[in-house]
């Protein structure tokens, strides 16, 4: 079987990619190891409710999904907004905007503005940089410091302040603040992401393109450093050596620490590899515990389309986030009932995979809630759950240039996609503009359609 190009993954890149390039004519075969679409961004129905499991609301202010979506004639409705920011601090809920009052707002003002008057390609010049440490030079207050911190657990899920990288942080404040008039922008896509991901497949079917679902590539094949198809695994008896199919370019869509699997030991260039393995340790993974909770009243801080977070839980000492879905759209849950997400960041250097470690966070994050959010107690269940494959932490460093590019030079026809290579963004935001991004480095040109995206 022959195509133009094979991508391997139906993550929210890979559709991205996908629908691009069959728009732009080439027929595409997508290969998706799940029986589902969307990858890390899939759904989970649990008594009644729609869970996005690592997807939760979307931080697009219209101009990587919702532009995509509008290329091929795919609806995407927006929730409501979220329309305020509860922070916990000092054993009590109180609004961000307590802590830039007075002579702080003044500090703030500056920062808004020296980013206003800082270009995207000069933000792409402060991988190096902690948000802090760019703050530092418009501020000194320690409230100002904090709100814009304070987003980025909710965004990043990143720990400490030096783990805030200022270039990915500083490309979303300016994005929303040029697209959206605020400082961050997020909203669930009315019907759910399955139904999405579902609508984007159709429209690249109709375009021609085919997808292979429940299929696992067991090589990209690769020929004295030309790509020449992919080999998937056989499917009757999960055996090696199953169908072939040809494509001069191959577009992989997978974190980066799968990428190295699909490949002989000698496919890969030596410092992509090298690349590829500092960002795969553990302790580069962003991972959260949290709680799934379904009650009869709304599990919040403030109100129901909050977007609230914390430094550090009372008895699990960690940072994190809340929200209320059923607030954004009442279809996720049974008739007079309310779904909230609770999750807390921890850090995998030393507790990855720690099964003593993750009973007692549990425990005590399960005791907090009730104490942060009392409406808990009275849940109708609560569902726990561990993300370890949410992405690499963006910590100063590591983002950027430090990561691969969606061309793999080297290899003929290679390229990436997806939200832990060189893109900027949050989470299916990013792995958007990654996916915009690599179908017209493959397509040789920028698209006009995408002309006023902004990209990474």
Not at 96 to 111: D, N, P, S, W
Not at 171 to 183: G, M, N, Q
Not at 234 to 255: Q, T, W, Y
Request: hydrophobic letters at 40%.
């Amino acid at each position: 079987m022959k195509y133009d190009v094979v991508i391997v993954g139906a993550g929210a890149a890979g559709l991205v990619c996908g629908s691009v390039l069959a728009e732009q004519g080439k027929k595409v075969a997508i290969v998706e190891r799940h029986p589902y679409l969307g990858g890390r961004a899939m759904e989970h129905r649990f008594r009644g409710h729609q869970i996005g499991l690592s997807s939760h609301l979307v931080e697009d202010p219209g101009d990587s999904l919702t532009r995509v979506c509008e290329l091929v004639g795919v609806e995407l409705e927006h929730s409501h907004r979220s329309d305020s920011m509860p922070f916990w601090d000092k054993g009590r809920w109180q609004p961000i905007q307590e802590y830039y009052g007075g002579a702080a707002k003044e500090g703030l003002k500056r920062c808004i503005e020296a980013l206003k008057e800082t270009s995207f390609e000069e933000i792409d010049n402060l991988d190096h940089l902690s948000l802090r440490e760019w703050m530092s030079r418009y501020t000194s207050d320690e409230g100002v410091y904090q709100v814009w911190e304070a987003i980025s657990v909710l965004e990043q899920i990143t720990l400490e302040p030096w783990e805030h990288s200022a270039s990915e942080n500083l490309f979303i404040r300016k994005l929303h603040y040029e697209k959206k008039r605020t400082a961050g922008y997020s909203f669930w896509p009315m019907g759910g992401w399955d139904a999405l991901w579902e609508r984007m497949a159709e429209a690249i079917r109709d375009r021609g393109g085919e997808f292979f679902v429940a299929e696992t590539v067991e090589r990209v094949l690769v020929e004295d450093s030309v790509v020449k198809g992919v080999r998937l695994i056989n499917r009757e008896d999960g055996s090696k050596g199953g169908a072939v199919l040809n494509a001069a370019e191959v577009v992989v869509n997978a974190p980066v620490w799968d990428i190295p699997k699909l490949f002989e030991p000698d496919d890969l260039p030596w410092d992509f590899l090298h690349r590829v393995k500092a960002l795969s340790n553990n302790r580069n993974k962003a991972c959260w515990f949290g709680y799934w909770i379904a009650a009869e009243e709304p599990v919040i801080a403030e109100s129901t389309l909050e977007m609230a977070s914390f430094f550090s839980t009372p008895r699990a000492g960690l940072p994190g986030y809340t929200l209320c879905f059923t607030g954004y759209d009442p279809t996720v849950s049974p008739p007079g009932e309310y779904l909230t997400c609770v999750g807390a960041a921890f850090d995998a250097t030393a507790h990855y995979g720690d099964k003593a470690y993750y009973d007692r966070m549990f425990e005590d994050l399960w005791l907090d809630i009730e104490e942060m959010m009392p409406a808990a107690r009275g849940a109708l269940w609560k569902k726990p759950h561990v993300v370890t494959t949410y992405g690499v932490i963006c910590k100063p460093g590591q983002v950027g240039a430090a990561r691969p590019d969606s061309v793999v030079r080297g290899v003929d026809g290679l390229y990436l996609t997806g939200d832990t290579l060189r893109a900027r963004g949050i989470g299916i935001d990013k792995a958007a503009r990654s996916g915009i991004s690599t179908a017209e480095a493959l397509l040789g040109e920028r698209l006009p359609f995408f002309a006023e995206t902004v990209r990474y």
